[in-house]
């Protein structure tokens, strides 16, 4: 499964970026999709994450108001919308989906196994 993250970029503080993940298989089916980050000289942290065939989402406390995730299941798609955009946003984004493991698991907890490349977001003052 191919997981092709878009949107990322250069954006002044204060700015907006919407993030696409765009699943390359016809057939795709998931427990849950997600993103997460990771800031320069730090570890992977959690984003945001969305049920796939059920409602139901889940944020970095520290995001929530900020930023928005969404599903387009017609489109094998998520986006992350990011407002209100800050210099510690920076990092490379991921998306990643889960497709084993407990249906019912929380949306952090899943087991992310498949994951796209990356996608750079810059914050500038």
């Known amino acids: 499964v191919q997981l092709v993250e878009s949107g990322g970029g250069l954006v002044q503080a204060g700015g907006s970026l919407n993030l696409s993940c765009a699943v390359a298989?016809?057939?795709?089916?998931?427990?849950?999709m997600a993103w997460f980050r990771r800031p320069p000289g730090k570890d992977r942290e959690f984003v945001a994450a969305?049920?796939?065939?059920?409602?139901?989402?889940k944020y970095q406390d520290s995001l929530k108001g900020r930023f928005t995730i969404s599903k387009d299941k017609a489109k094998n798609t998520i986006y992350l919308q990011m407002n209100d955009l800050k210099p510690e946003d920076t990092a490379v984004y991921y998306c990643?989906?889960?497709?084993?493991?407990?249906?019912?698991?929380?949306?952090?907890?899943?087991?992310?196994?498949?994951w796209g490349q990356g996608t750079q977001v810059t914050v500038s003052l």
């Open positions: 298989e016809p057939t795709f089916s998931a427990h849950a």
């Open positions: 990643a989906a889960a497709t084993i493991g407990p249906r019912n698991a929380p949306l952090p907890a899943f087991d992310y196994n498949y």
């Open positions: 969305v049920r796939w065939s059920r409602v139901g989402a």
